[in-house]
């Protein structure tokens, strides 16, 4: 079974640039499926980020497109998420997730890391 | 993008009490891609819903999820003591996908 693991600093500076990995175990993600990510501000609901695709492709929100992407490292079996220029706003739990398909929702997740922004 | 519109923002009851959980979606969900998760206090969301009505394995026959189109419901029958969480609805039909705002359901 597909297995989660996020990593990365616990706190960057503002305007810096946020990079989380998640480590991916249990299946190839050569093999296909999708991968994403899903943050959450403390005390606060849930946001989606971003998706890849098997293809290559993305999805982004809209807010964060011009500060978001989400790459593949296939050789490593897993994959990022790089925001940009983050505040303080972006302070959040941050979540990789998988899809089995581009029509099923996100099974299982990482167990989350915090992310603080802060000087 | 599509918002969801969750009530009520939390619902106090006591053990062995139904809950009824709501889910508006403002426009129609495609392929009623409705999913339900379930968070625990420090821990990741899990999936316990999808498809609007279809059950994850192993989960108990107390959880069950209705609706289509733009109003989905997720019920359980009889509130066992690990029920008591936050209860996040989110729709995965098109390429931007959005959860709702969540229903804590509270110990009365």
């Known amino acids: 079974q597909v297995q989660l693991q996020e990593s990365g600093p616990g706190l960057v500076k503002p305007s810096e640039t946020l990079s989380l990995t998640c480590a991916v175990s249990?299946?190839?993600?050569?093999?296909?499926?999708?991968w994403g990510w899903v943050r959450q501000p403390p005390g606060k609901g849930l946001e989606w980020i971003g998706n890849i695709y098997h293809s290559g492709t993305t999805d982004y929100k809209s807010s964060l497109k011009s500060r978001v992407t989400i790459s593949v490292d296939r050789s490593m079996n897993q994959f990022s998420l790089k925001l940009t220029s983050v505040t303080a706003a972006d302070t959040a739990v941050y979540y990789c997730v998988h899809g089995y398909s581009i029509s099923s929702p996100f099974d299982p997740w990482g167990q989350g890391t915090l992310v603080t922004v802060s000087s | 993008e599509i918002v969801l519109t969750q009530s009520p923002g939390t619902l106090s009851l006591s053990p062995g009490e139904g809950a009824t959980l709501s889910c508006r979606a403002s426009?129609?969900?495609?392929?009623?891609?409705l999913a339900w998760y379930q968070q625990r206090p420090g821990q990741a969301p899990r999936l316990l819903i999808y498809?609007?009505?279809s059950r994850v394995n192993g989960l108990p026959h107390r959880f069950s999820g209705s609706g289509s189109g733009t109003d989905f419901t997720l019920t359980i029958s009889r509130l066992e003591p690990e029920d008591f969480a936050v209860y996040y609805c989110?729709?995965?039909?098109?390429?931007?996908?959005?959860f709702g705002q969540g229903t804590k359901v509270e110990i009365k």
């Open positions: 249990g299946y190839s993600i050569s093999s296909g499926h999708y």
């Open positions: 426009q129609s969900v495609s392929n009623n891609y």
């Open positions: 498809g609007a009505s």
């Open positions: 989110q729709q995965y039909g098109n390429s931007v996908y959005t």
